[in-house]
């Protein structure tokens, strides 16, 4: 009798799950072969699984854009740089906070979870920002979003995990609390320090509506606002010039699906190099508080 419900659930549940994979990766699928397709494919009714005939002028001619060029640079130096200060800082704040002689750590880590749930809202920031001379500026895009309390917890309950022996030892060596901290402790977090890196990374790429509300040149434009105009705002002749001669060749479809795929590529093919570290170093991180 078990067996027999066995075999009903697999019968259910398996046709059931494929269904649910095609719906999620057909979309995805069909607007990569948008991107790879000509003009004349794209426009004919039916469905399409492959590009036919293969092309790159949608990719082309988005990044000849001036536009995406800035965007795509911008997002960049944001993403790597903010990436870097926020795992700096995380790593820097948690240390401290996992060392037991440390006055007022239970409240300063009370502080920092505070933090997590409650803001100052959106127009108490917006004046701070402004008050500090940051609105049009290239820092505004990465300062506001340094300071993530959850980042420091998991750093924190990572370091809770590393046996104190490692720091008695060193102590007894002739160590001195710099040495321990960057030569000892950092080299060891390295899991978490990858677990974090693609949190920030992946928030800093994705990141839109700071960048609306604190910039307004061009100049300062990043992908994802860019793309969000494109998308939702249809500003795609407005923000960037199809040449006349290449309207015939490709279409605002190909190019916003070129423009989609150009903007996830960098993030898609990092993440492969640090999800080996990405459970080890969330899973110790959340295993003692």
């Known amino acids: 009798m078990a067996r027999r419900e066995e075999i009903a659930f697999n019968i259910i549940i398996y046709p059931t799950m494929v269904l649910f994979i095609i719906s999620i990766i057909f979309p995805f699928w069909s607007l990569l072969v948008d991107s790879f397709s000509t003009a004349e494919f794209v426009r004919k009714p039916g469905l ?31 993403a790597v740089l903010g990436t870097f200060l926020v795992v700096s800082i995380s790593f820097c704040a948690a240390y401290p906070l996992s060392r037991m002689k440390l006055p007022l750590r239970k409240t300063l880590t009370l502080l920092i979870i505070f933090t997590m749930f409650f803001n100052g809202g959106l127009i108490p920031t917006y004046m701070v920002v402004r008050g500090l001379h940051l609105i049009d500026s290239f820092a505004v895009l990465i300062l506001p979003l340094l300071f993530n309390g959850f980042y420091i917890l998991i750093m924190r309950n990572f370091l809770y995990s590393i046996p104190t022996e490692l720091e008695e030892s060193a102590l007894i060596d002739g160590a001195n609390e710099i040495s321990i901290c960057f030569r000892i402790f950092l080299p060891l977090c390295v899991p978490v320090l990858a677990t974090i890196a693609l949190f920030a990374m992946v928030a800093f790429w994705n990141e839109w509506f700071q960048a609306m509300l604190y910039t307004r040149k061009e100049n300062l434009m990043v992908m994802q606002l860019l793309l969000r105009r494109i998308l939702m705002e249809n500003q795609l002749n407005s923000l960037i010039d199809m040449e006349p001669s290449s309207i015939t060749d490709v279409t605002e479809e190909s190019v916003r699906a070129a423009i989609i795929f150009i903007a996830i590529g960098p993030i898609v093919m990092v993440y492969p190099f640090v999800q080996k570290y990405f459970i080890t170093g969330i899973m110790a991180g959340a295993v003692k508080g």
């Open 48 to 78: 399409h699984l492959f590009p036919d005939p293969f092309t790159l002028e949608a990719y082309t001619e988005a990044l000849t854009q001036r536009s995406i060029g800035t965007a795509y640079l911008n997002t960049i130096v944001r």
